[in-house]
Nanobody
């Protein structure tokens, strides 16, 4: 049984930073795709960043490039999303997700991801 546990949601002022973490457990393989998605009220779910655990290849949505960084703490099966220079457009519920896909498909396509965390709210004012 795969479980993803997130932490790090909060309220922050524009220009500030936040750090999310997601810990995966119960997945039987060492190579997989971990990603962060977000969804604001009335908007489609957006894949903001993804990481392929075998070689730390990353993907970023254009909307967050240069501001967000996804990284892995390998031994702990933990993925970190560092969010900098936050603005009101970043306000959303953030979810981590896990997909059993090859590196070439480790991106922001939500339909590839079977396992999801509970979500944490980020509010930028």
């Amino acid at each position: 049984h795969v479980q993803l546990v997130e932490s790090g949601g909060a309220s922050v002022q524009a220009g500030g930073s936040l750090r999310h973490s997601c810990v995966a457990s119960g997945y039987p393989y060492s190579r997989y795709c971990m990603a962060w998605f977000r969804q604001a009220p009335g908007k489609k779910r957006e894949g903001v960043a993804a990481l392929w655990t075998d070689d730390d290849t990353t993907y970023y949505a254009d909307s967050v490039k240069g501001r967000f960084v996804i990284s892995r703490v390998g031994a702990k099966n933990m993925v970190i999303l560092q969010m900098n220079s936050l603005n009101s457009e970043d306000t959303a519920m953030y979810y981590c997700a896990l997909a059993d896909v090859p590196r070439a498909y480790c991106n922001g396509d939500s339909w590839r991801f079977r396992h999801w965390g509970q979500g944490t709210q980020v509010t930028v004012s």
